[in-house]
């Protein structure tokens, strides 16, 4: 960090970029799938950039701030009066071991309602993922909601 040989935005984003390499191994060693280190490298100085321009913001500013700015992007609300339905499923292909999590939010983002799940082990991603869909889709309709996007 100290290393004035390095530019100050590659210094900076350090943390990010030890992060993002973490999860990248947990995704290779756990899920047997291998993301793009271009994009790695990318999100780290993104996340970085925001972060820095954050914390030299005057608290004011900071308070009418989203919590993630770059929420809008990864995440597009439903039409008024629709809730939208969120769902990850993880499988790890040694073990076998599978679950599973759900968010329903409103047009403004606000969660509603949430849950996770531990399903028995599955032979694949897919068969992993078609039980955590299925079990959205029960859950949903246990909760009575009809009019939602997943």
């Given at each position: 960090m100290s290393n004035d040989g390095l530019s100050l935005s590659l210094r900076m984003a350090n943390p990010w970029l030890l992060w993002?390499?973490?999860?990248?191994?947990?995704?290779?060693?756990?899920a047997g799938t291998q993301g793009d280190l271009?994009?790695?490298?990318?999100?780290?100085?993104?996340?970085?950039?925001?972060?820095?321009?954050?914390?030299?913001?005057?608290?004011?500013?900071v308070t009418r701030l989203s919590l993630n700015?770059?929420?809008?992007v990864r995440w597009t609300k439903p039409p008024l009066d629709t809730l939208k339905?969120?769902?990850?499923?993880?499988?790890?292909?040694?073990v076998h071991i599978c679950g599973g999590a759900w968010i329903?939010?409103?047009?403004?983002?606000?969660?509603?309602?949430?849950?996770?799940?531990?399903?028995?082990p599955a032979s694949n991603r897919i068969a992993a993922e078609l039980r955590g869909v299925l079990w959205?889709?029960?859950?949903?309709?246990?909760?009575?909601?009809d009019n939602i996007e997943i």
């Open positions: 993002g390499i973490w999860k990248h191994r947990n995704t290779t060693v756990l271009n994009a790695l490298i990318a999100h780290a100085f993104e996340e970085s950039k925001v972060w820095n321009k954050l914390r030299t913001m005057p608290t004011q500013s700015p770059r929420c809008a339905c969120n769902i990850h499923v993880s499988w790890l292909n040694d329903v939010r409103n047009h403004h983002g606000d969660a509603a309602f949430h849950a996770r799940e531990m399903f028995l959205v889709l029960h859950s949903l309709r246990d909760l009575h909601l």
